[in-house]
């Protein structure tokens, strides 16, 4: 099939504009071929290591993994958030991936289930979930540390780290086909961003995301969605 040209025109803009943004459309362009590519490969993987039936705590209390897969849903997407003993908040740049998965929740619940988990008591958990009004993904507790140590969100001396898992359910198998965590191996912490739609507006103006961080200080509770509900 033919390529049809195409392009972008801002009216009132420069000869110099027109000509930069048409060049930033094909880098565009091939960001998107690039990351289709990626996306690929990832497809692709091996069957991952066959795990154990790990388990949690939420508000009806104990829960394992095999338990958080709906009928008809072979996945399941777990952001693993980050808490310190000693602290009274959750890791708030974690906190902010977590609120963007929960307002689309329910759009992934339509192919897939979703969660967020982390090392942290319920108690402080279900609170936590309550400040930051999550209403639609389902907030976890693990039960013991050893699914974090098996997936890398804990490492070896004992420090939490950001982490996507997924696992695949097949008939009484589970297995854990895929992690990634924010650092990546160039040391940066930019590793799950394409997961975090905050950095992709922020990237959008002049001044691109600069040395922004998230904070939990800016973040206050509000009044529940109407309806609130947990998806499983």
Same mark, same amino acid.
């Given at each position: 099939?033919?390529?049809?040209?195409?392009?972008?025109?801002?009216?009132?803009?420069?000869?110099?504009?027109?000509?930069?943004?048409?060049?930033?459309?094909?880098?565009?362009?091939?960001?998107?071929?690039?990351?289709?590519?990626?996306?690929?490969?990832?497809?692709?993987?091996?069957?991952?290591?066959?795990?154990? +039936?790990?388990?949690?705590?939420?508000?009806?209390?104990?829960?394992?993994?095999?338990?958080?897969?709906?009928?008809?849903?072979?996945?399941?997407?777990?952001?693993?958030?980050?808490?310190?003993?000693?602290?009274?908040?959750?890791?708030?740049?974690?906190?902010?991936?977590?609120?963007?998965?929960?307002?689309?929740?329910?759009?992934?619940?339509?192919?897939?289930?979703?969660?967020?988990?982390?090392?942290?008591?319920?108690?402080?958990?279900?609170?936590?979930?309550?400040?930051?009004?999550?209403?639609?993904?389902?907030?976890?507790?693990?039960?013991?540390?050893?699914?974090?140590?098996?997936?890398?969100?804990?490492?070896?001396?004992?420090?939490?780290?950001?982490?996507?898992?997924?696992?695949?359910?097949?008939?009484?198998?589970?297995?854990?086909?895929?992690?990634?965590?924010?650092?990546?191996?160039?040391?940066?912490?930019?590793?799950?961003?394409?997961?975090?739609?905050?950095?992709?507006?922020?990237?959008?103006?002049?001044?691109?995301?600069?040395?922004?961080?998230?904070?939990? +200080?800016?973040?206050?509770?509000?009044?529940?969605?109407?309806?609130?509900?947990?998806?499983?």
């Amino acid at each position: 099939m033919a390529q049809t040209a195409f392009s972008i025109s801002m009216a009132g803009a420069s000869s110099d504009y027109q000509a930069a943004r048409q060049d930033l459309m094909t880098a565009e362009l091939e960001l998107r071929q690039s990351v289709e590519r990626v996306a690929a490969m990832r497809r692709a993987l091996p069957p991952g290591p066959q795990v154990r +039936d790990y388990e949690f705590v939420d508000d009806t209390g104990r829960v394992k993994l095999s338990e958080l897969f709906a009928p008809g849903k072979p996945y399941l997407v777990m952001y693993h958030f980050m808490y310190w003993q000693d602290d009274q908040e959750f890791c708030p740049m974690c906190s902010m991936w977590v609120d963007g998965w929960d307002g689309i929740a329910h759009h992934i619940a339509q192919r897939a289930n979703i969660v967020a988990s982390s090392l942290a008591p319920y108690d402080k958990v279900r609170s936590w979930k309550a400040h930051r009004n999550w209403g639609r993904i389902q907030v976890l507790a693990d039960a013991d540390p050893s699914l974090a140590r098996d997936t890398g969100a804990e490492d070896d001396k004992g420090s939490p780290c950001s982490t996507v898992i997924v696992f695949e359910k097949a008939g009484d198998t589970i297995r854990h086909v895929y992690t990634s965590h924010a650092e990546f191996p160039d040391a940066t912490y930019r590793g799950i961003d394409q997961l975090c739609p905050t950095w992709h507006i922020l990237d959008l103006l002049p001044s691109g995301r600069g040395d922004w961080n998230a904070g939990n +200080d800016y973040v206050t509770p509000s009044a529940p969605p109407t309806p609130a509900h947990e998806v499983r």
